[in-house]
């Protein structure tokens, strides 16, 4: 049997069970496990080894049973940038790409801003960000031991000078951290929908997924902890839900932020909120910081 005949029976055994991608499926697992290109994985005539037949029936045999495509590869592209993967650690979402688009547009030509990714998983919004400035400094804060290892192996991987930071954002900054972005994807479904996740999401950790009853707790969390971190004329950028729009805008005038925008993903999907901590925002920070506290 050649790749390219291996590619078809994997193909065969996932349109079988209904899998919407198969042929693309197929060719991602085929190349994974044999290593090989796409165009080499079409020409090669070469007759697969037992080891190599064998390497792939586990691979599809995961695959059937809703393993992520992404986790049995062990590696996933985000911002054109490669990432480990696995247990333990959300996989990059292309819709998270216009997180990094909302950082980079903030970024400008401006140099040695101070970044915070709070909440960073893999760390590919921090990495992302950090690979394509030239002078900021990103710190990436992430509270389980299983993500932050993904973290630390992708910041090496990517050779990013990004920082990661164990700790639980809920704890809130230390008296002497200073930013100018807050970026975060947290958490962010709702616990009634955390129960009809399709299998392969159910993967993936419910600490990376579940945000509370209303799906709205790292928002209000981040909004009255970290705020105090934010130098003036600075800015929180936040990935939302396709249904959150409304009320994260709302959240975030409440806490005093200013010029709140609305980003939309490629498929015209509202994905990014961003709002500017002006002089102006001062005033009413205090009290606006107390407001978000008792919403909570
Ligand atoms: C939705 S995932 C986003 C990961 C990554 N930023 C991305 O966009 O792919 C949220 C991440 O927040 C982490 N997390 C959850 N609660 C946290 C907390 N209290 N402090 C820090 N990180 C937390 C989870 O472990 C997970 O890695």
Redo the contacts with the bound molecule.
């Keep these: 049997m050649t790749p390219k005949d291996a590619a078809a029976n994997i193909k065969e055994k996932l349109l079988n069970a209904g899998f919407p991608d198969a042929a693309f499926e197929a060719e991602q697992l085929t190349c994974g496990v044999l290593k090989l290109s796409a165009a080499s994985m079409h020409l090669s005539e070469e007759k697969l080894s037992g080891g190599q037949i064998e390497a792939l029936e586990n691979a599809i045999s995961k695959r059937l049973s809703h393993q992520p495509l992404q986790y049995i590869l062990g590696e996933w592209e985000f911002y054109g940038l490669p990432f480990s993967v696995g247990e333990g650690?959300?996989i990059?979402?292309p819709d998270?790409e216009t997180l990094v688009d909302a950082a980079l547009q903030f970024i400008g030509d401006r140099e040695g801003l101070k970044i915070a990714?709070l909440?960073?998983?893999?760390g590919?919004?921090g990495i992302a960000v950090e690979k394509h400035t030239e002078s900021c400094s990103v710190f990436s804060?992430?509270?389980?031991p299983a993500?932050f290892r993904y973290l630390k192996a992708n910041i090496k991987r990517n050779n990013s000078k990004a920082n990661p930071v164990l700790?639980?954002?809920?704890d809130g900054p230390l008296s002497d951290e200073r930013f100018d972005l807050l970026v975060s994807?947290?958490?962010y479904i709702k616990a009634e929908v955390m129960r009809s996740l399709q299998p392969e999401v159910q993967f993936e950790?419910d600490?990376?997924?579940s945000g509370g009853t209303d799906g709205l707790h790292f928002y209000r969390e981040i909004l009255k902890k970290w705020l105090s971190a934010l130098n003036v004329g600075g800015a929180v950028a936040f990935e939302i839900g396709y249904d959150q729009a409304d009320e994260v805008t709302a959240l975030m005038k409440a806490a005093g932020l200013q010029n709140i925008q609305g980003i939309c993903d490629l498929s015209g999907t509202q994905r990014v909120i961003i709002g500017t901590f002006l002089p102006q925002s001062n005033g009413s920070k205090a009290a606006a910081l107390e407001n978000s506290i008792k919403s909570s």
Excluded: Q
């Design positions: 650690v959300l990059p979402r998270t990714d909440c960073a998983g893999s590919c919004v804060y992430e509270k389980y993500a700790r639980d954002i809920e994807n947290p958490p950790p600490t990376a997924l």
